[in-house]
């Protein structure tokens, strides 16, 4: 299946759809070093920061709400011997409409961000997109979930099918996620403690300096840098108290590529760099248990 984008935004809109547990605000760094196994690939590095605030309003208990979602990424490293430092902030606002059919719920969100090379001023660094996604209650421990999700990217439109599930296996383990965006395996071993696997995916393009967008003929042409990742790792979290948790991660990432482009009217030039490795990852959330 095709690598995929947006882990943050569409796991922080779809816990509030009926998921074990809800992220208020959540802190996340992960790292990923420069050579990988296979030294003959390009060197890729990367260490990235993420915070979001995730707000569920609810306009009677139990009911439908809105969800907003405040966001901001850092990601700093290098391609191929040539140093990054791009940034993201925007915002999702989502509204979940309960019970349109028997055991029907329907998320429908909308994304803005600006998505950028540090230091550089563009008027063309701005994406928008958005989310549609149903939840079908089969019973009590499992649903299913069918959606859509698109956003402007750099390199052009980008849609993709969703498909996920929440399924209460047990007392003590759960396995939850939107393919192809994220699935995540859990298993509490305590209140205080558990530990599972994670799979994530995602695709994200900046806008890059464009010195000079007439090079090629076609002075529509802008740069960019898309990044597709897909790690896969086992973590544990740990309960510091009853809503404060500290998480760590370790695994290897699956398909990795940068891709330095060039898009005008009539003009795509890309540059492919590929080169899987190891990552590590710690996060702070503040997280309220659903079950």
């Known amino acids: 299946m095709g690598k995929v984008f947006f882990v943050v935004l569409l796991f922080i809109s779809c816990t509030i759809c009926g998921q074990p547990y809800l992220d208020i605000t959540r802190f996340n760094y992960s790292y990923s070093p420069k050579q990988g196994l296979n030294e003959k690939t390009s060197p890729l590095r990367s260490n990235f920061f993420t915070a979001d605030v995730t707000l569920p309003i609810e306009l009677k208990k139990g009911g439908d709400a809105f969800i907003v979602n405040p966001f901001l990424t850092n990601n700093t490293g290098e391609v191929s011997t040539k140093d990054f430092h791009v940034i993201s902030e925007g915002f999702l606002l989502g509204f979940l409409k309960k019970d349109i059919f028997a055991n029907w719920n329907l998320l429908s969100s909308f994304i803005i961000r600006r998505n950028t090379q540090v230091d550089v001023n563009s008027e063309d660094d701005w994406q928008y997109g958005g989310i549609i996604l149903t939840t079908w209650k089969k019973n009590q421990d499992i649903s299913f979930k069918f959606g859509l999700y698109y956003n402007k990217e750099f390199f052009g439109n980008y849609f993709m099918p969703l498909v996920g599930l929440d399924w209460k296996i047990n007392a003590k383990n759960n396995l939850f996620g939107v393919l192809p965006g994220?699935?995540?395996?859990?298993?509490?071993?305590?209140?205080?403690?558990?530990?599972?696997?994670?799979?994530?995916?995602?695709?994200?393009?900046?806008?890059?300096?464009?010195?000079?967008?007439?090079?090629?003929?076609?002075?529509?042409?802008?740069?960019?840098?898309?990044?597709?990742?897909?790690?896969?790792?086992?973590?544990?979290?740990?309960?510091?108290?009853?809503?404060?948790?500290?998480?760590?991660?370790?695994?290897?990432?699956?398909?990795?590529?940068?891709?330095?482009?060039?898009?005008?009217?009539?003009?795509?030039y890309k540059t492919h760099y590929k080169n899987d490795n190891f990552y590590f990852k710690a996060s702070l959330a503040y997280r309220i248990r659903l079950r």
């Open 182 to 268: 994220y699935m995540i395996f859990e298993h509490r071993v305590t209140s205080n403690f558990c530990y599972g696997l994670a799979f994530r995916a995602f695709t994200n393009s900046y806008r890059e300096e464009t010195i000079d967008p007439c090079f090629s003929g076609d002075c529509s042409g802008k740069n960019y840098l898309r990044i597709d990742d897909n790690p896969l790792g086992i973590y544990a979290d740990t309960y510091l108290s009853k809503k404060i948790v500290l998480s760590a991660e370790g695994g290897y990432t699956i398909l990795r590529r940068y891709r330095y482009g060039f898009k005008g009217e009539n003009i795509h």
